[in-house]
């Protein structure tokens, strides 16, 4: 018996590839997320950047709490079984009027998993719309295997090396997926997907976790690590990740270089990056 999806969603992912709308908390809930990361912001001068985009799930308890939202979870159990990672989070943030966008491109491709068995929950603190660059996706496109990417390192481009699948999709199949702040979009690791630039008057906020069932394992590093969000782990592939006790706490904070550094490695292998601050590197610096 399912938990939150019907089998109806359930079968439409497994043949799509994605779900959305789906509401994971009320509009004002969503909105007093928006605030907190801007309060953080305020701080610091200006947008959230480089690492910090990355796993911030280690560094603020209240996205510690969102990788492990019940509605989430129950969602994402639905679809790969009651023993959960979260593997990694990410902010996908496009200023008002800003030329940041997102190639076409499918998740699976630098991120070194043993299979495509990893789901996307993108939860929108703002709305995503036409007008902001929504997300949008090719429906069935995770049945295609690994395709190959080129990297482009467009300044722009959020991605870390700015890869694009290096075959033509015909925009006029995508599907946009409109999301109101506290509804999330699921999406498959093989699904190719995208979005256009913000030409909006504000900003467009979409926080992504990254959900594996724990059999999963990283094959391109040596090592690597992961939260348990649900469940039990009972393969130890991933070495597990604390819950942070408060914000930005000291000894979180030094976990966090070392983890982002690692993963940057495993994302940017090949290429001589080797940091997500790193100015060389595409993305959400
Ligand atoms: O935020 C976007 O527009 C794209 C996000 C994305 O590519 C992802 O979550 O995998």
Known sequence: MPKLLSQAQIERFREEGFLAPIRVMPETDALEYRRRLER????????MAGDLRHKPHLLFTWLA?????????????DLYGP?????????FIKEEDSPSFVS????????GLSRP?????????TPAEEANGAM????GSHHLDQIPHRDT?????????GQEVAVEVDERLAVRLDLRPGEMSLHHVRLVHGSPPNTSGDRRIGFAIRYIPTSVRQVAGDSDSATLVRGEDRYGHFAPEPRPRADLDPEMLALHKQITERNARILYRGT???SFNDPRGAGLR
């Open 40 to 47: 953080f912001e305020a701080t610091t001068g200006g947008p």
């Open 65 to 77: 709490d969102l990788v492990r939202h019940p509605r989430i979870l129950d969602a994402v159990e």
């Open 83 to 91: 023993d959960l990672l979260c593997w990694s989070s990410s902010f």
């Open 104 to 111: 076409w491109h499918q998740d699976s491709t630098y991120w």
């Open 117 to 125: 068995d990893v789901v996307t929950a993108w939860v929108a603190f």
């Open 136 to 139: 949008q996706v090719m429906p």
């Open 153 to 161: 390192f467009e300044k722009h481009n959020l991605l870390t090396r």
């Open 272 to 274: 001589g990056v080797e």
